[in-house]
C-alpha cells in the first residue's frame, strides 16, 4: 500500500483530469477519454499496477468515466439545437457494436498495441484538423448506406480500443462532409453515449479475474478513479458547451489539433522514450 501522502497526489491529480477532461468534453464534443486515458497510465504506473494491465485499466475506467460526461455534454449541446439526430438513430445499432467488438479485442491485445493505437490515430487526427482542415472534402452530405453504417462501426471499434468517446473521430467524419464544425462537436457528444454504455460492460468482461488489478476494480473499471472524478466532470461540462459555442471554428480546428498532438507525443514516448 503506498504512503497516504502518495494516495492524496494521485487524488488530488485525478481531481484535477476530471476537471479539464469535463471542460474539454463540452468544448470539442469528447467524453474526455483523450485527457484522461495518459493521466490514468502515468498515475496508475506511479501507483505500482502491473505494466501487462496499466494501459487496459486506463482505457476501461475512461470508458466508464465517459458515460455520464457524454450525457451531461449531449443535453447541454442538444438544449441548443446543435445535434444531428437523424444520424445518431442511424448510428444505434453500428456504434455501440464497434464498441463490443472493440472490448473484445482489448481482452487480447498487448498493452503496447493499445497504446501505439492511441498515439497513431491521435497524430493523423491532429494533422487532418490543423493543416488540411478546409481542402479535404469527399463531399457536401453525410454518405448513405451502407457505408455510414461501417464508418459507425468503426468509429466505435477505435474509439473503444483508445478509451474515448469517438468526438475526435466523429469530428473528422462530419466535417470531411462538410457538415458545421459546431454541429459535429454537438452531435459527438451523443456518439459518446453510445460507445460508453455498451463500453463499460464490455470492459468489466475483458478484465473479469485478470491479475494484477487495484483495489476495487471490476475487470479493467476502477471505481476508486471513477467515483473521484465523475463528480467533476458533471459539473464543468455544459461551461465547455458554453465556450465551443463562443469561439469560431478555425479556433476550435487548431486547439483540438494542438491538443491532439500533446497526447499522441505522450504515448509514442511511453513506447519509445
Known amino acids: 500500500m503506498p504512503p497516504v501522502s502518495e494516495l492524496m497526489l494521485f487524488a ?20 474526455g477519454g483523450a485527457v484522461l486515458v495518459p493521466v490514468f497510465y502515468q498515475i496508475f504506473g506511479l501507483a505500482g499496477i502491473d505494466d501487462a494491465v496499466r494501459m487496459h485499466l486506463a482505457v476501461g475506467t475512461s470508458i466508464a468515466i465517459i458515460v455520464p460526461t457524454s450525457l451531461r455534454s449531449f443535453a447541454a449541446h442538444r438544449r441548443r439545437g446543435a445535434v444531428d439526430m437523424q444520424l445518431l438513430r442511424g448510428w444505434v445499432v453500428a456504434v455501440p457494436l464497434g464498441a463490443i467488438l472493440a472490448a473484445v479485442i482489448a481482452a487480447e491485445a498487448s498493452s503496447e498495441a493499445l497504446r501505439l493505437i492511441f498515439a497513431v490515430i491521435t497524430l493523423l487526427l491532429a494533422s487532418r484538423m490543423m493543416f488540411f482542415s478546409s481542402r479535404w472534402h469527399l463531399g457536401s452530405d453525410l454518405p448513405g448506406e451502407p457505408l455510414r453504417f461501417a464508418v459507425g462501426t468503426g468509429i466505435g471499434v477505435f474509439s473503444g480500443l483508445m478509451g474515448i468517446g469517438g468526438g475526435v473521430l466523429n469530428n473528422t467524419f462530419m466535417s470531411l462532409y462538410g457538415r458545421p464544425i459546431h454541429q459535429a462537436v454537438a452531435t459527438s457528444a451523443g456518439v459518446g453515449v453510445l460507445i460508453s454504455l455498451p463500453g463499460l460492460f464490455g470492459y468489466i468482461w ?3 479475474g485478470k491479475d494484477g488489478l487495484p483495489l476495487l476494480s471490476t475487470g479493467f473499471i476502477n471505481w476508486i ?30 486547439g483540438f489539433g494542438l491538443f491532439l498532438i500533446f497526447v499522441s507525443a505522450r504515448f509514442f514516448y511511453s513506447l519509445y522514450g
Open 12 to 31: 488530488g491529480l485525478l481531481v484535477v483530469a476530471g476537471g479539464v477532461a469535463g471542460l474539454l468534453a463540452g468544448v470539442f464534443g469528447i467524453g
Open 206 to 208: 475483458a478484465g473479469w
Open 225 to 254: 478513479a471513477v467515483v473521484l472524478i465523475i463528480p467533476v466532470t458533471l459539473v464543468v461540462a455544459p461551461y465547455g458547451a458554453k465556450i465551443a459555442h463562443a469561439m469560431s471554428k478555425r479556433q476550435l480546428e487548431i
